[in-house]
């Protein structure tokens, strides 16, 4: 089994490795295998990040929409920038470990796709017994873990906060950093299963755009879903709809994205798919939308000034 099933939840993989029937260090492995895009629209905000310090401060500020069940904190210690997990969720100690292992591997594998630079772990502890698997952490890491300490760490050279973004671009990161606190205050106040849909359509709009993908991440089925949301007088292609609708024109108000660009950050692969459903939308043509949206922004520029 070469990476997480992302239909099992870290419980149901706890169990599996207990009993043998995947390898206890599957998460710790699957890290290297992880893509930026998987964190959402937080991903693609720190992908449009300046530097590596200023990646780190989104992440820092908007972590929660991404990797809720664990808290990060960052802070700098002995010249190191450590990247702080705590178990904010009350997790059992064996499954809290699966999902330490499996964000920690991320961590060089984000900083090489973010700045095509290599950055290794100078420093890793964690707070729970010996794994049994070091041979992993030397080949994951470079770095061997020093078990049963205080807290969870993971410490690297303050001289890569300075590294630049390889796809850093100023107005996609305003975009996005207003959608990343959209998402974090929809959160907050999520109710009801439609919020609940539309909160995971914001986070992962690019890659979870079907029924049955909301269902495999709710664990529940198609029929279930459709009763509910009939309940509460909507549909899953309302929710999607309305969730690409106002991301898109926010794209087209405020960025000089292609429209192809528009299309797959709102999760069409096809320009004409998009132009289709835009026009449905707003009896528009993305194009139009964004002429008439440009005095608009010409106003606004001039009162910032």
């Given at each position: 089994m070469?990476?997480v099933?992302?239909?099992l939840s870290?419980h149901e993989?706890?169990?599996?490795?207990?009993?043998?029937?995947?390898?206890?260090?599957?998460?710790l492995?699957a890290?290297?295998?992880?893509?930026?895009?998987e964190?959402g629209?937080?991903?693609y905000?720190m992908?449009?990040a300046?530097t590596v310090s200023q990646a780190l401060?989104?992440?820092?500020?908007?972590?929660?929409?991404?990797?809720?069940?664990?808290n990060v904190?960052f802070?700098?210690?002995?010249?190191?920038?450590?990247?702080?997990l705590?178990?904010?969720?009350l997790?059992?100690d064996s499954v809290?470990f699966l999902?330490?292992?499996e964000?920690?591997a991320?961590f060089?594998r984000?900083?090489?796709?973010?700045?095509?630079?290599?950055?290794?772990a100078?420093?890793?502890?964690?707070?729970?017994?010996d794994t049994?698997?070091w041979?992993?952490?030397q080949?994951?890491f470079s770095?061997?873990p020093?078990?049963?300490?205080?807290?969870?760490?993971f410490a690297?050279?303050?001289?890569?906060?300075?590294l630049?973004?390889l796809?850093k671009?100023?107005n996609m990161?305003k975009?996005?950093?207003?959608?990343?606190q959209?998402?974090?205050?929809f959160?907050?106040?999520?109710q009801?299963?439609?919020?609940?849909?539309t909160r995971?359509l914001?986070?992962q709009?690019?890659?979870?755009?079907?029924a049955?993908d909301?269902?495999?991440?709710?664990?529940?089925?198609e029929?279930?879903?459709?009763?509910h949301l009939?309940k509460?007088n909507?549909?899953?292609q309302?929710?999607?709809d309305?969730?690409?609708q106002?991301?898109?024109?926010?794209c087209l108000?405020t960025?000089?994205?292609?429209?192809?660009?528009?299309?797959?950050?709102v999760g069409?692969?096809e320009?004409s798919?998009?132009r289709?459903?835009?026009?449905?939308w707003?009896?528009?043509?993305?194009?139009?939308f964004r002429m008439?949206?440009?005095?608009?922004?010409?106003?606004?520029a001039a009162?910032?000034q």
């Amino acid at each position: 089994m070469g990476s997480v099933d992302r239909s099992l939840s870290y419980h149901e993989l706890n169990v599996l490795t207990k009993e043998k029937v995947v390898p206890q260090d599957l998460c710790l492995l699957a890290g290297r295998q992880f893509q930026i895009s998987e964190y959402g629209i937080l991903g693609y905000a720190m992908k449009s990040a300046q530097t590596v310090s200023q990646a780190l401060l989104l992440a820092s500020k908007y972590h929660q929409t991404a990797a809720p069940l664990l808290n990060v904190n960052f802070a700098v210690k002995d010249d190191l920038y450590e990247v702080v997990l705590e178990n904010a969720s009350l997790l059992d100690d064996s499954v809290f470990f699966l999902l330490v292992e499996e964000l920690m591997a991320t961590f060089p594998r984000v900083v090489y796709q973010l700045t095509g630079e290599e950055i290794l772990a100078e420093k890793i502890e964690l707070s729970y017994a010996d794994t049994g698997h070091w041979q992993s952490y030397q080949k994951v890491f470079s770095c061997l873990p020093s078990f049963d300490a205080p807290r969870c760490i993971f410490a690297f050279s303050l001289q890569a906060l300075d590294l630049p973004m390889l796809a850093k671009d100023y107005n996609m990161l305003k975009l996005l950093d207003r959608r990343c606190q959209d998402l974090l205050d929809f959160s907050d106040r999520a109710q009801g299963l439609s919020h609940n849909v539309t909160r995971l359509l914001l986070q992962q709009l690019t890659s979870v755009n079907s029924a049955n993908d909301i269902c495999s991440l709710l664990n529940i089925s198609e029929r279930t879903l459709r009763r509910h949301l009939a309940k509460e007088n909507t549909s899953f292609q309302a929710l999607l709809d309305d969730v690409r609708q106002r991301f898109a024109e926010d794209c087209l108000r405020t960025t000089t994205l292609s429209v192809q660009e528009v299309a797959e950050l709102v999760g069409y692969t096809e320009a004409s798919n998009f132009r289709r459903a835009f026009h449905r939308w707003t009896s528009r043509t993305p194009d139009n939308f964004r002429m008439c949206a440009q005095p608009d922004q010409r106003y606004a520029a001039a009162l910032d000034q």
